[in-house]
């Protein structure tokens, strides 16, 4: 069974940064597409990032291009998402998932294992 644990979430300023991770246990992250969503308050849980099995290819939301930076260890079994220039906006549940197969994608319905989130709060 895969195990994804989400981790780095917290309270932040505006235009501040965090790194949040997320941790693969029960089956290797290796090969397998990895993707970054979020849930704001209220609202639909919408897509941010995702990674290729071999990091070859990398798709952002236009929300959060060129701000955030999703990267993965295969060798620690870990995904990244770097967030900077945070906005309150941004403001969130963040999830990591894993696909079945190599090919990123941003639709939610495409991923197979989900992790338990981790809350980011962007605020003054």
């Known amino acids: 069974q895969v195990q994804l644990i989400e981790s780095g979430g917290g309270s932040v300023q505006p235009g501040g940064s965090l790194r949040l991770s997320c941790a693969a246990s029960g089956r290797t992250l290796s090969n397998y597409a990895m993707g970054w969503f979020r849930q704001p308050p209220g609202k639909e849980r919408e897509f941010v990032a995702a990674i290729s099995g071999s990091s070859s290819f990398t798709y952002y939301s236009d929300s959060v291009k060129r701000r955030f930076t999703i990267s993965r260890d295969n060798a620690k079994n870990t995904v990244y998402l770097q967030m900077n220039s945070l906005k309150p906006e941004d403001t969130a549940v963040y999830y990591c998932?894993?696909?079945?197969?190599?090919?990123?994608?941003?639709?939610?319905?495409?991923?197979?294992?989900w992790g338990q989130g981790t809350q980011v709060t962007v605020s003054s």
């Open positions: 998932a894993q696909r079945r197969i190599t090919l990123p994608t941003a639709s939610k319905d495409q991923y197979d294992f």
